[in-house]
């Protein structure tokens, strides 16, 4: 195979992210919770800190939503009074029972299903694969789910045999640590926007005010945000 048809083979590998369309319960749309637990995210995917990584980033960005949210640590301890803190202890745990442990309406159950580095000389791709699901915890019904792939591309067709070094480093630098926290960035920040909020406040009514406040470990989620 020539030099451009595996290029080409390689972008036709390299598909848009995947956007499944929204879907909330019909019961949900009058009765919004409240208040909303993040369990510890599952990864099938077998990378070691990838799903706690994942987790942490997608709490910060559901900060600006408006819901209460249970901070992460009493999450964590309260599971592990339990001994419940694994994938499998939890999926064996009834959703209402979840919510009385966690004093919460709603937890948001999360699954990291790709993440691979892919590199091929003169290409290079970055997959982050994110599934959530929010259920209610005082019905026990599904409120909403969907799912998002954040692909990073980077490599090109040389013209000349001066152009392969640049071309390949270009394609190396894709895999770095950071462009892997870009695309976790973009994969939570994308489910975040999309999971439902209440309607916005009657501009009749009294006036009420909602201050949210994140922390970030970097400055660029922080000004994305």
């Not at 990378?47 to 709490?59: L, N, S």
């Not at 005010?209 to 989620?221: N, P, S």
Request: glycine share 6%; proline share 7%; hydrophobic share 40%.
């Amino acid at each position: 195979m020539t030099v451009v048809g595996w290029l080409c083979l390689l972008a036709g590998c390299a598909h848009e992210p995947v956007r499944v369309p929204n879907t909330v319960h019909p019961a949900t749309l009058n009765d919004y919770p409240g208040s909303i637990a993040v369990l510890p995210f599952t990864d099938l995917t077998e990378t070691p800190g990838i799903a706690e990584t994942i987790r942490i980033e997608f709490y910060s960005h559901m900060s600006v939503l408006p819901f209460e949210d249970v901070e992460l640590h009493i999450v964590d301890e309260r599971l592990r009074r339990r001994r419940m803190s694994t994938a499998a202890s939890l999926s064996r745990t009834p959703v209402k029972h979840l919510g009385r442990i966690l004093d919460c309406d709603a937890v948001l159950i999360g699954t990291v299903y790709d993440f691979r580095r892919v590199f091929a000389g003169l290409y290079s791709s970055m997959n982050v694969g994110l599934s959530v699901q929010l259920w209610d915890t005082r019905t026990a019904r599904m409120i909403w789910s969907d799912r998002y792939t954040a692909r990073r591309h980077e490599g090109g067709l040389p013209f000349t045999v001066f152009d392969v070094p640049m071309v390949t480093l270009r394609s190396g630098l894709n895999l770095r640590d950071a462009v892997k926290l870009h695309a976790i960035d973009e994969a939570c920040r994308y489910l975040v926007h999309r999971i439902p909020t209440p309607p916005a406040v009657n501009p009749e009514a009294p006036e009420a005010y909602t201050l949210q406040i994140g922390a970030f470990a970097d400055e660029y989620r922080a000004q994305n945000v």
